[in-house]
């Protein structure tokens, strides 16, 4: 099964459970900037207790690993559990939707776009900057993710809300790598 085939299937998954996601991390900023090579895929889902089921249902083994409790611990503890695809080994991370003011406010943003003939809800070029470079911050300055975040910066510079950004670069303690992002990139 292909990352895009895969991709289709949990967001018709999660659409039939009626549960809201956005789409995020490497596959959106791909979308949004420079297109790269991944095998995980990044949601942000508001999943509630009652759906699980339906979710296991529709990644049955042995093509797929999903594991229950780890859902159930997940959705208790607000952190993330993954569903493995055996043939080609992607990784699907879901992220289960705290209650912090970044994880509402990029929810509350999400938008539709379309990814290899898939409708797909995804973070805002903003969000997707702002949280690729947590995530460099987070991981001790990954380069990965730092790039990621200056393509979209430059293939979006634009059309990006300047206030939102500087808003959130504050709150989020992002200000150094914010500050060499907008020295580096080429606008």
């Given at each position: 099964?292909?990352?895009?085939?895969?991709?289709?299937?949990?967001?018709?998954?999660?659409?039939?459970?009626?549960?809201?996601?956005?789409?995020?991390?490497?596959?959106?900023?791909?979308?949004?900037?420079?297109?790269?090579s991944t095998h995980d895929i990044d949601l942000v889902v508001a999943l509630k207790t009652t759906v699980i089921?339906?979710?296991?249902?529709?990644?049955?083994?042995?093509?797929?690993?999903?594991?229950?409790?780890?859902?159930?611990?997940?959705?208790?503890?607000?952190?993330?559990?993954?569903?493995?695809?055996?043939?080609?080994?992607?990784?699907?991370?879901?992220?289960?939707?705290?209650?912090?003011?970044?994880?509402?406010?990029?929810?509350?943003?999400?938008?539709?776009?379309?990814?290899?003939?898939?409708?797909?809800?995804?973070?805002?070029?903003?969000?997707?900057?702002?949280?690729?470079?947590?995530?460099?911050?987070?991981?001790?300055?990954?380069?990965?993710?730092?790039?990621?975040?200056?393509?979209?910066?430059?293939?979006?510079?634009?059309?990006?809300?300047?206030?939102?950004?500087?808003?959130?670069?504050?709150?989020?303690?992002?200000?150094p790598l914010w500050q060499k992002l907008r020295e580096q990139a080429q606008v």
């Amino acid at each position: 099964m292909s990352q895009s085939e895969l991709l289709k299937k949990v967001i018709e998954a999660l659409d039939r459970a009626q549960t809201e996601y956005i789409v995020t991390g490497s596959v959106v900023s791909s979308l949004q900037g420079q297109p790269r090579s991944t095998h995980d895929i990044d949601l942000v889902v508001a999943l509630k207790t009652t759906v699980i089921d339906k979710l296991i249902a529709a990644f049955p083994a042995p093509r797929f690993y999903l594991n229950r409790d780890s859902i159930v611990e997940a959705i208790r503890a607000k952190d993330m559990f993954n569903l493995l695809e055996a043939d080609s080994g992607d990784k699907v991370d879901f992220w289960i939707l705290t209650d912090s003011e970044f994880d509402q406010s990029r929810f509350s943003r999400r938008y539709v776009e379309e990814f290899e003939g898939v409708k797909i809800c995804v973070t805002s070029p903003e969000d997707t900057i702002l949280a690729k470079l947590r995530w460099a911050r987070l991981s001790g300055g990954s380069e990965k993710h730092f790039t990621d975040a200056l393509r979209v910066y430059e293939l979006q510079s634009s059309k990006l809300d300047m206030d939102y950004l500087n808003l959130w670069v504050n709150k989020l303690d992002i200000l150094p790598l914010w500050q060499k992002l907008r020295e580096q990139a080429q606008v």
